[in-house]
């Protein structure tokens, strides 16, 4: 009789590596979970934001890395450039990217991990049978921890540099001619990043910035930070300070992104950026939960099914009564540590 594993996690990023650590370390047999992902390279984060400087200082990376007893950092030998790091300062997401991939072999050798890709999900007799590229597989439980891709605005424009050339300092520069005008639609922490890529590393003719929202900024209060998720931190947000509050670099307008500003400008860019925000992966889910939607504080899809990370980010409500998606590496832990108990006892 085949296998039917207690738990099944489908990706192999943060979320998924978390996911793994957190199902052990609540007493889940290594046996009883079975992880996939098509390379087990930390996903998105491992790969293409690599070269991306982070919002997060690296005491939380290393709060992440020391936050599962199944990771076993306390262990590791390895020198990583993390643990060398100035603990209150941003750094490069590849400083993480390393002992992320460390975790990763080491929980690989523990579970059942299968290099593949999960096509189709569907709940047959209380059981989840998930349909593998190369393989056919049973869980009680799923958790989707698939990620999400760049959005994309469904604009007739110039050819689109993708996100993950335009956030890297090196790559920027191949996509870009010096007689190139570029537009980069979006204010967030990512289209900032890439304003002042353009700016610094490619001497382009000229930058449009088509924003949408105002530039927020973190506010560090006693015990939590307004506009944690959404707002500029460390050095991003110095550089935007310096200059985009009505000292504009030369080659650089900033238009609010409405339909006149867009029929005027966009037609003279040579090349557009898109930093508006991911949409979740699909996995074809067979039958009606193709349309369900996920519990926004809990992960609940369905029972036996959770959705977690960049793609099912929980909304939380801060002090004044905002709501924030909350997306970041601690963020996805802290969020783990409180829904497990429910998720370990919502079995289909
Ligand atoms: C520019 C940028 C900067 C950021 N900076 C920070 C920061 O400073 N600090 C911080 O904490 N966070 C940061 N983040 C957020 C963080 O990188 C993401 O939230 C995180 O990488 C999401 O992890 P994930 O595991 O949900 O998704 P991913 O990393 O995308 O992983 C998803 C995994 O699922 C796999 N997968 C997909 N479909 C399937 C399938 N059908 N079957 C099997 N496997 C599948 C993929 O191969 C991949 O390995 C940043 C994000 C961006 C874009």
């Not at 040579?270 to 925000?277: E, F, L, N, S, T």
């Amino acid at each position: 009789m085949a296998t039917i594993y207690q738990w099944a996690v489908i990706g192999a990023g943060p979320a998924g590596i978390a996911s793994v650590g957190k199902l052990l370390d609540n007493g889940i047999q290594a046996k009883d979970i079975v992880w996939i992902d098509p390379n087990f390279t930390v996903g998105d984060f491992g790969t293409r934001w690599r070269n991306v400087p982070s919002n997060t200082k690296v005491e939380l990376f290393l709060k992440f890395l020391y936050a599962s007893d199944a990771f076993d950092f306390k262990n590791c030998q390895e020198d990583f450039a993390l643990k060398r790091a100035p603990v209150n300062k941003t750094c490069e997401l590849r400083l993480m990217a390393d002992p992320l991939q460390w975790v990763t072999h080491h929980l690989k050798e523990k579970v059942h991990a299968i290099q593949d890709i999960a096509e189709t999900l569907k709940l047959d007799k209380r059981t989840w049978q998930i349909k593998l590229r190369h393989a056919e597989i049973q869980a009680t439980n799923v958790i989707l921890a698939n990620g999400a891709e760049p959005k994309n605005l469904p604009l007739s424009a110039p050819p689109i540099i993708p996100l993950h050339i335009a956030l890297d300092s090196e790559n920027i520069k191949t996509a870009c001619r010096s007689e190139d005008t570029i537009a980069v639609f979006g204010s967030s922490h990512s289209a900032v990043l890439i304003l002042r890529n353009l700016i610094e590393n490619c001497s382009v003719k000229r930058i449009v910035n088509f924003y949408q929202d105002q530039l927020l900024y973190a506010v560090y209060l006693n015990d939590w930070i307004l506009f944690d998720d959404t707002g500029l931190k460390g050095p991003t947000a110095e550089w935007s300070r310096e200059n985009l509050h009505g000292n504009l670099p030369d080659n650089l307008i900033r238009l609010h992104s409405n339909e006149e500003n867009i029929e005027h400008y966009l037609p003279q860019c040579d090349k557009v950026i898109y930093a508006v925000g991911f949409n979740r992966r699909t996995l074809p889910v067979v039958d009606e939960l193709a349309h369900m939607k996920y519990i926004e504080q809990t992960g609940i899809i369905a029972p036996g099914l959770f959705g977690l990370g960049i793609a099912f980010p929980e909304a939380k409500y801060n002090p004044f009564g905002m709501v924030e998606y909350r997306v970041g590496l601690w963020k996805f832990m802290d969020y783990l540590n409180r829904i497990m108990p429910v998720w370990l006892n919502y079995a289909p």
